[in-house]
């Protein structure tokens, strides 16, 4: 049996094997002037606090008994105690810590890449080089309309400031007129059917007015300008400045209101911000110009501002829009049209396997395309916008790619639209007693409207899948909005798989490639085929059976 002997003198311990000798192991064991040393430092210091000398023995003899452990390890290293305690594996439920997917996340960017590179390989051994820059039909008349339009659809803002002067008139020769009022009673009858009737007149003009941009717009891009890009872009530009200008009526009309007949309080009650242009005062050209070129589609008299521009900032992000545009031109025409092409005649004969195989083809370069897009368009373009205007809230997106529902997608993937739609469509609809749903589906039929408007007309063809893809959210967000409540991390895991299933598959590839069908059914190689079927089905009717 080991026995331990503990030397006091020397501080030493002596170690008694099962072999019978006695070991001396600790300082004093060494030989040579540092047991000196040793000794002297062994004995207390009589100036010491007892407190010390408590916290230098235990740390004596933590280390001595340290030393034992790992004397013993390393001589029986066949007696370990590898199983000491109770663990789960790192990737179970109970778990106390969650474990990084950083190599994972490695893997996964490997994988991508090198089976990218096998179909760019492969593309390209298949169809050659597609890029062709004369092989795109802009017309000369296109090219004109859509400089004419870009010029023309601003003034409308223009009408609008025109409507707003002549109200902020009206209004300062009301307030001149009438009593002083401190603000602590209700506006007379009188004063109630004045505003009224002047708002109506009011909104009449803007309703017409914004009415006639959106109408003239589509219908020149619909039946004059061929090119979808010129289009697109001619179309985006009156939807924004369509937005716009509905947001400088509503937000105006309020400020006039609480400018007119204010209750007690209600001036104080305004934002901080907006006392840096009250109203009357923000009714000024300047002041519109700015909104017009503000990143932003909700009115306000006053934003954030930063104090300079930083230019560097700004080449940075235009070189990074001009580089992602490059390469989304790129990647749609030889990637995405040969799949869309190549999907034609399985849509012309309804075979279903094979429209699935090329939904599921075409929805890895669509996402990459959208990606492309959506980083150009929300980092790139509008953070440049807002340092050339210096310009400071800058929250275009939040994490939408973690979305846990349809709905927080919605909600953060294009934030300046959300705010728009949440500030004047969806927050005084609820105000006035309307319930969520009402204000809701209100909120995504307009949508719907508007994104038919974007993709349908520059295509040609209402066909109306662009306004059921956005009005049909509606039950995948009743859906997925349980999940995003749960608290347990499966909920959220199968919220997030069921938007990025329903985003990558059943949203954008089925919508383009309907739409490309769609036009290829009008002007390309379909619309052939069909006319060359036409023009048999006389002969084919008299040949024998």
């Not at 990084?100 to 390209?124: A, D």
């Not at 004369?134 to 000369?140: A, P, V």
């Not at 890009?229 to 369509?242: N, R």
């Not at 370069?365 to 210096?390: D, K, M, P």
Request: proline residues 5%; positive net charge.
């Amino acid at each position: 049996m080991n026995k331990v002997k503990e030397d006091t003198a020397t501080g030493t311990t002596l170690n008694g094997s099962s072999d019978g000798v006695i070991r001396r192991t600790g300082p004093s064991s060494s030989r040579g002037p540092s047991n000196n040393t040793h000794n002297s430092s062994a004995v207390p210091n009589k100036d010491a606090k007892p407190d010390a000398i408590t916290n230098s023995n235990t740390s004596s003899s933590l280390d001595t008994t340290e030393q034992l452990k790992r004397s013993f390890r390393k001589k029986y290293r066949h007696v370990e105690a590898v199983h000491s305690s109770s663990t789960p594996s790192c990737l179970s439920h109970d778990a106390t810590e969650t474990p990084s997917f950083l190599g994972f996340r490695n893997l996964m960017v490997i994988v991508l890449v090198v089976g990218n590179l096998r179909l760019v390989i492969e593309n390209i051994q298949k169809y050659g080089v597609l890029i062709c820059v004369r092989c795109h039909d802009f017309r000369k008349t296109d090219i004109q309309l859509g400089l004419c339009l870009y010029f023309l659809i601003p003034c409308h803002l223009l009408i609008a400031y025109a409507i707003e002067s002549i109200a902020a008139a009206q209004a300062k020769y009301e307030r001149a007129r009438s009593d002083k009022r401190d603000g602590s009673t209700s506006p007379t009858e009188d004063e109630h059917i004045r505003f009224q009737s002047t708002w109506k007149m009011v909104w009449v003009a803007h309703a017409i007015n914004v009415t006639y941009v959106l109408v003239f717009t589509s219908y020149i891009v619909y039946y004059k300008i061929h090119h979808p890009l010129i289009g697109t872009l001619t179309e985006i530009h009156a939807v924004i400045v369509w937005l716009k200008t509905a947001s400088y009526a509503f937000t105006n009309r309020d400020l006039r209101h609480a400018y007119l007949h204010p209750v007690k309080g209600e001036l104080d009650a305004l934002p901080e911000i907006y006392k840096q242009c009250p109203y009357p005062n923000n009714i000024t050209m300047g002041n519109l110009v700015y909104f017009w070129w503000a990143p932003t589609l909700v009115y306000q008299p006053a934003y954030p501002r930063t104090d300079k521009i930083r230019w560097i900032f700004v080449f940075k992000r235009l070189g990074e829009g001009i580089c992602l545009s490059v390469f989304i031109w790129f990647a749609s025409a030889q990637y995405a049209t040969p799949v869309l092409v190549n999907s034609l005649d399985k849509i012309a004969s309804l075979d279903y396997p094979s429209i699935l195989e090329r939904l599921l083809k075409l929805s890895t370069i669509s996402l990459v395309i959208w990606l492309a897009g959506f980083f150009a368009l929300f980092q790139s373009f509008l953070n440049a916008l807002a340092e050339v205007t210096r310009f400071g809230d800058r929250s275009f997106y939040d994490p939408w790619w973690n979305s846990e529902s349809l709905g927080m997608y919605w909600r953060t993937w294009n934030k300046p639209v959300y705010q728009f739609f949440r500030r004047h469509v969806y927050s005084p609809m609820r105000s006035r007693g309307w319930s969520h749903k009402v204000a809701s589906l209100t909120v995504f039929l307009v949508s719907a409207i508007l994104h038919e408007l974007l993709v349908g007309v520059p295509t040609h063809n209402l066909i109306g899948v662009a306004f059921l893809g956005m009005f049909l959210q509606l039950p995948l967000i009743q859906l997925t909005q349980p999940l995003e409540k749960m608290k347990s991390k499966s909920g959220k895991l199968l919220g997030n798989t069921i938007f990025w299933v329903s985003f990558t598959i059943l949203g954008q590839p089925f919508a383009a490639l309907m739409y490309f069908y769609a036009w290829q059914a009008k002007y390309g190689s379909v619309s052939k085929v069909m006319a060359a079927a036409a023009a048999h089905l006389p002969e084919c009717a008299t040949c024998p059976a």
